[in-house]
């Protein structure tokens, strides 16, 4: 029976880890490389894994995040050579070694940039996988780095990773801004990936979470929820109209893509275009180049309309 990572590596963690414990960073650093290089080399790639995560993990803990971070590296070198897929475990290391690097100079940084990266090509997700994204943007909204979080968040597109983000959105408030602009800042990245239920669960918890503290938010016109169809296990769809059109916007938006069927559906193109051509007529964020700009992609995906004329297009383009 072949001999487990951990065992295999007992020798070269039995050389390296003292080292650390007796203040001697360096000199275990170099060890660890040394150990690391020679297992990669035989093809012994777990237990390269092994020495270089342990090993990372205490320097890091002793704050030496210079040495801990160029370990990491290592590490993710040879997720590489190995061709190691995303997994439980194969995340969970490099998670640990995130939260043990420290939001400090740039360490965690050159971390996160190059395991998104691995995960983008060993997982299922461009992106990157979604649970790291998620952790990161979790990690940073914590500590306060809205602008960073914001991106994790974004590209994770779970349900969780939209909760987080419309909090996040609802704190950043406070700073200033709209519940209209980041409305749009979250629903149309969501929807840009064809993320609908991001894009609901984002909206649901931003509106629900401003009105609870600004009742006043609510159209008096309309103070009680819209129905707007049926969800899929049968439920009343509702939406909240409020005093921010774009909010409204973004409501009706996720719910007119939801019902897209691409260019088989003309109803729901004509619908789309109504909708667009109303907010539009109103100016504001809508009417900006810039925001009509960085929609097109998702609403050519959902509603099948050509590349020119934008995403507010005429009808003259359904013909």
Not at 85 to 98: A, K
Not at 190 to 217: E, M
């Amino acid at each position: 029976m072949a001999p487990t990572p951990a065992a295999s590596s007992s020798r070269a963690l039995n050389a390296i880890l003292p080292l650390i414990a007796s203040g001697q960073p360096y000199e275990a650093h170099q060890k660890a490389r040394t150990f690391a290089s020679r297992y990669q080399k035989s093809g012994q790639y777990d237990t390269a894994i092994d020495v270089l995560f342990q090993s990372a993990r205490e320097l890091l803990k002793v704050g030496q995040q210079g040495s801990g971070t160029d370990l990491t590296s290592f590490l993710l070198d040879v997720y590489e050579n190995k061709s190691e897929l995303v997994n439980d475990d194969s995340r969970g290391r490099l998670t640990q070694l995130i939260a043990l690097a420290g939001s400090s100079g740039s360490w965690r940084k050159t971390i996160i940039d190059k395991a998104i990266a691995w995960s983008a090509k060993h997982g299922p997700c461009p992106a990157g996988d979604p649970s790291l994204q998620h952790y990161v943007g979790e990690l940073l909204y914590k500590e306060g780095s809205f602008d960073t979080a914001e991106i994790h968040l974004l590209a994770a597109g779970k349900r969780d990773s939209a909760r987080v983000l419309a909090q996040m959105y609802i704190e950043w408030l406070s700073a200033g801004g709209t519940p209209g602009a980041f409305a749009l800042r979250g629903t149309i990245p969501y929807l840009q990936n064809g993320n609908i239920l991001a894009a609901r669960t984002f909206l649901s918890h931003l509106v629900s979470q401003y009105t609870a503290t600004h009742p006043d938010f609510v159209s008096s016109i309309q103070p009680s929820s819209l129905a707007v169809g049926k969800t899929g296990d049968g439920q009343s769809d509702e939406i909240v109209i409020t005093k921010d059109s774009n909010v409204n916007w973004a409501q009706l938006a996720v719910r007119t893509c939801q019902r897209a069927q691409g260019d088989k559906n003309k109803s729901m193109r004509e619908a789309w275009i109504r909708l667009c051509g109303t907010y539009q007529s109103k100016g504001g964020l809508l009417a900006i180049r810039e925001v009509r700009k960085v929609s097109r992609p998702s609403f050519r995906y959902f509603f099948g309309l050509p590349r020119r004329g934008g995403w507010f297009c005429n009808a003259s383009s359904l013909s």
